[in-house]
């Protein structure tokens, strides 16, 4: 099967497809970035809200529409070590993290596979038709970039808002599923003598959406 190339931002790092393109990619993180965003129905531009962060956003004050958009990094080539941005929609991100669960159940790490990522109608949690993406996982794919090759988590201009010694201790568990409970123990298994109360802390900044996110150690 011949597969379509990603559609490229001259501006940023961002990559999409359109309707009915299918094409390759492989997952830098399991974990999205998820972000508020106000789209314009109009122009079909989106820009994201910073009300959160400035206390007042101009979206808001004019009350454009506000939709969620998650965020993953990927890899698009294997001629390409470079990680893009594939923007998605809560609909796509929930379809995605899904499987990601199915294949995790399977002990098989996302990030080591590629994916045929295609562009179409997907269904709503009620049922609805809507544009989103769906995947399918190739189990017995080659990455484009190995696991050697791979960024390190952790953004070397940030501060950590985690014990460094147990940032780094959690790596090799990385990117895997596990709610705050789980986590919990596991880092009270490797560090027994660790306050509970710092520890539950931790937990609770390196779990999002179940699954374990080393890049949130730091700010």
Not at 60 to 66: H, I, S
Request: net charge negative; aromatic share 12%; with cysteine.
């Amino acid at each position: 099967m011949e597969f379509d190339d990603w559609i490229a931002s001259e501006k940023s790092t961002r990559v999409w497809l359109a309707d009915s393109m299918t094409a390759l990619a492989q997952f830098a993180y399991v974990s999205p970035i998820p972000r508020v965003m106000h789209y314009n129905k109009a122009t079909g531009m989106r820009y994201p809200c910073v009300k959160e962060k400035y206390g007042k956003c101009e979206g808001c004050d004019r009350n454009v529409d506000q939709i969620s958009e998650y965020t993953y990094g990927i890899y698009i080539s294997d001629r390409d070590k470079d990680i893009r941005h594939f923007p998605t929609s809560f609909t796509t991100n929930q379809h995605l993290q899904e499987h990601f669960r199915e294949i995790f159940a399977e002990n098989i790490n996302p990030c080591s596979i590629l994916f045929e990522v295609q562009r179409g109608q997907i269904k709503t949690l009620t049922g609805r038709m809507v544009n989103g993406y769906s995947f399918k996982a190739l189990l017995d794919s080659e990455p484009f970039v190995g696991e050697a090759d791979r960024p390190s988590p952790f953004d070397d201009g940030k501060k950590w808002v985690v014990d460094r010694l147990i940032a780094e201790s959690l790596r090799d568990i990385d990117g895997q599923p596990y709610n705050l409970i789980d986590l919990f123990l596991e880092m009270k298994s490797r560090f027994p003598h660790m306050e509970d109360k710092k520890l539950k802390s931790y937990a609770i900044r390196l779990c999002a959406e179940g699954v374990l996110d080393l890049r949130r150690a730091k700010e």
